[in-house]
């Protein structure tokens, strides 16, 4: 049997972060607990400071078919490459042709500059093309 499990993000501004993967992955939101019609109620209710309520975030799939995605407030910031990245299929299946496939990943690079990526490198080995992306906070992730 499988394991289920959530992906988490370092980051400096958890809110802010997790705006910008919700719209990158096409994701929403985290819904408060049952019973809280928004997150500032269910905080006051657990006399969480208001200094505090951007410590934490999450996203989901709407569907319910992919893994939550946690982001947590850290002190320090990012200094070094990511030992662990997300490779975001935007082109399509393997075997589409590489021109479509290449305007279909710079069409993504577009929309996610959008959103506050960069784009920060192009790669092409061994008939793969794919396209390193900062996200707001600096954390690397590739478009294929």
């Given at each position: ?65 992919g893994s939550r995605i946690y982001f947590q407030k850290v002190p320090e ?13 935007v082109s399509g299946p393997r075997g589409t042709s590489g021109e479509k ?44």
């Amino acid at each position: 049997m499988a394991i289920a499990y959530q992906v988490t993000f370092d980051c400096a501004d958890p809110a802010k972060l997790s705006e910008f993967w919700a719209a990158t992955l096409g994701f929403q939101l985290d819904s408060p607990p049952p019973g809280f019609a928004s997150w500032p109620d269910f905080l006051k209710s657990m006399n969480v400071p208001e200094e505090n309520w951007n410590d934490a975030s999450a996203i989901v799939d709407p569907d319910g078919v992919g893994s939550r995605i946690y982001f947590q407030k850290v002190p320090e910031g990012k200094v070094v490459k990511n030992r662990l990245h997300l490779d975001l299929r935007v082109s399509g299946p393997r075997g589409t042709s590489g021109e479509k496939n290449r305007e279909k990943i710079y069409q993504e690079v577009a929309r996610l500059q959008g959103l506050g990526a960069t784009k920060f490198h192009e790669h092409n080995e061994m008939g793969e093309f794919w396209i390193i992306m900062q996200d707001p906070e600096g954390n690397e992730f590739c478009l294929t």
